[in-house]
Structures are given as structure tokens and as C-alpha cells.
């Protein structure tokens, strides 16, 4: 049977071939070490989970919600905003609440898109980012995954070289899967490049309070003149391990937010209020939480790269995320990451996500999630050792026999 008119758009899905494997290891009795999906293991804090309880009970919090968000979590990202980046919002006209921001980004893509419109989107990149304008009809133009000077000329001949001229730029810093990072100078260069050429900006910053220097991560609204012409995506998911929540936001530009809001407004009725309640507890409450979290992932970060490298696998050490980045070992360059990754899981029981799976600028890579114990991470290495050192005996017996 023929797919559908937008399934036949998507390419395959590369990880569901590793998630078949993964889970037939499992039903096989391996202990797999799962480090593939950004799917945060620690529990939500108490007092998030509180709310939650106690808001619940009411049942006048069972009926319908409000699509754009009820007014005391706007408010309370507003307020996030102010605190975190000094820029001020208004909850009634700039702030969209959205189930999760994958959500966001799919729906804003429906909001702004007519069929063949071009939209400039990393490579790699976390799959919605193009996907999401894919099924609503763009086309897709690649853009360099990290900020610099090649960024700046590739956007620059996508607008000379592109019909349609593009209609909007996808950003995400810090970066999924690449955990490259951004700084406010970079967000100016591109404020001023697309308020020149009447293009919209669209920032991914879900990973904001996942750093581990001294540098908070910027928003992009921190620029002047970015209201005119950017939205930026936030999401609790990993700033208060709150994935299964599904709680995030759109903020900025009017015009984009009415549209996205619009949208959602025949889509769904916004999550459950409950949940809106215990989010706003979470944006309106200390600090305390986020910075334990932070710490939990630096230490983890930290016990990745040296026992990785200890197994003989050199992996940079990511600014900040909660990924690695990890370039495929040379003496296993050559199977291409899908199925480096498969062999990961069958030989040490280990599970990562194929760069070619974020697109095909990806190949060489693989993303490393830092979603299991530092026990586990050192207990990954040890399996990743022993795969090292038989691949290296193979070696040197294929050599010593002439083959």
C-alpha cells in the first residue's frame, strides 16, 4: 500500500532500527545501558510533584483547559523570563504554553507554512526541527549546526540562491545533538541578518539551564529588535525532569504567537490543569532544584569523558546539554554510525543514537545521552573496553595472517 501524501515525506526512521534491537537484547536477558534517548531518569522534585497531588484533587481542575495556557503559568514564564534573561513578556499576547516544545515547533511549522516555502534548518539537527515543516508542506534548505562564520555564508546564499526567499531560520543552542553552544554576539549577527531580509527566527532553547561553566546560556530575546522577528521554545522536560509531563512554550513575536495560538486553539484544550498548576510552581519556585540537576549532569559529564577515554574512546567534553557528541572511534569509521550503534548494543550492551538519525551532516557521529547513573556510565565504558580490545586482537590477527 502507498503512503500517505505527508508520510511518504519522512524518510525512514534510523532509531526505531535500534530500538527493535535494543529491545530484542532485552527480552534476551541483556542488561542494556541506555544512553540513545534524551529521556531524563531523575524524578521531578517533591514539591513539583506536590502540586500536582493537591491540584488534582479538585475536581474542577478535571474539565477542559486552556489551550494557550492558564493565566498563572503564563504569567510565571513571564516571570522566568524577566529573572533569568531580563527580557519582559507579556503572558496575554507573547507567551503560547505547549505540550512540550516538539509540540510547539510542529505546530508553529503548520501556523507559518504554505506548501514549497523554504526554511533554513541545521544539519544535524533534533528530527522536528525539519520534520515538522516537512509535513506541513516546506521544503528544507541545510544550514551549518554551529555558530560561526560558515552559519553566516550559508544563510547568506540561501537567500540569494533560494525561490521562494526563505521564510524562517531554525536555531538551537545549546544544541541538540551536537551541544555546541551560542553566545549573545552571535544571536545580534543574526537578529540584524533577519529583521535585513524579513525572515523569522525560530529558537530551540530547551537545554538552557543544562551548563556547566560560568556562562548561563543567552535567549536570543535578549537582542534588540529580536521581537520582530523571533520565537524562542522553552521546555520543563530537562530543566525540571519533567519529560512525561509534556509541559513547554512559545514566547515572542506577536504575529508568530497569535498564529501558533490560533492553531492550537482547534487542535486541543492545553494540557491538563493540574499539571499547568504544578509547572507554574515549578517556574515561580528557588532556583535550588535546577542547580542540583545541573550538578547531577556536569559530575556525569564528567565521569563519561574520563572513562570513556580510559576505554579508548576520546569524546570532547560538551559545554553544555545533556549529550555528548562523540566521533565513531577510526578503527569503526567505516561501518557508518547506524550500525556502529548496533553493534554497541549487541557486544557491550551499551545504547546510543546515530548521528545519521539527525541527518546526514551527522555521519561520523553518535549522540551519548546522559541519562543513566555514573555507575552505569562507568560500567558502559567497561563494556565499550572489552569491545575496543577484541576488535583490536581481530586486527592484529587479520594482519599477522596476511589478510
Known sequence: MDDFHKTRRLPPYVFEQVNRLKAKARAAG?????????NPDLPTPQHIVDKLVETVQDPRTHRYSASKGIPGLRKAQAGYYERRFGVKLNPDTQIVATLGSKEGFANMAQAITAPGDVVLVPNPSYPIHAFGFLMAGGSLRSIPATPGPELFEALERAVVHSIPKPIAIILCFPANPTASVADLDFYRDVVAFARKHGIYVLSDLAYAEIYFGDVPPPSILQVEGSMDIAVEFTSLSKTFSMPGWRMGFAVG????????????????YGAFTPIQVAAATALNGSDECIRETREIYKKRRDVLIDSFGRAGWDIPAPEASM?????????????????????????????????????????????????????????????????????????????????
Open 30 to 38: 541483556a542488561d542494556i545501558i541506555d544512553m540513545g534517548m534524551g
Open 253 to 268: 513575536n506577536e504575529r508568530l504567537i497569535s498564529a501558533l495560538a490560533r492553531v492550537k486553539s482547534y487542535l486541543d
Open 323 to 403: 549529550f555528548a557528541w562523540a566521533p565513531i572511534p577510526d578503527q569503526f569509521k567505516h561501518l557508518g554510525s547506524l550500525e556502529f550503534s548496533k553493534l554497541l548494543i549487541e557486544k557491550a550492551d551499551v545504547a546510543v543514537a546515530p548521528g545519521i538519525g539527525f541527518g546526514e551532516h551527522g555521519e561520523g557521529f553518535v549522540r551519548i545521552g546522559l541519562v543513566e547513573n555514573e555507575q552505569r556510565i562507568r560500567q558502559a565504558a567497561r563494556g565499550i573496553r572489552k569491545l575496543f580490545d577484541e576488535a583490536g586482537n581481530n586486527s592484529e590477527e587479520l594482519s599477522e595472517s596476511g589478510a
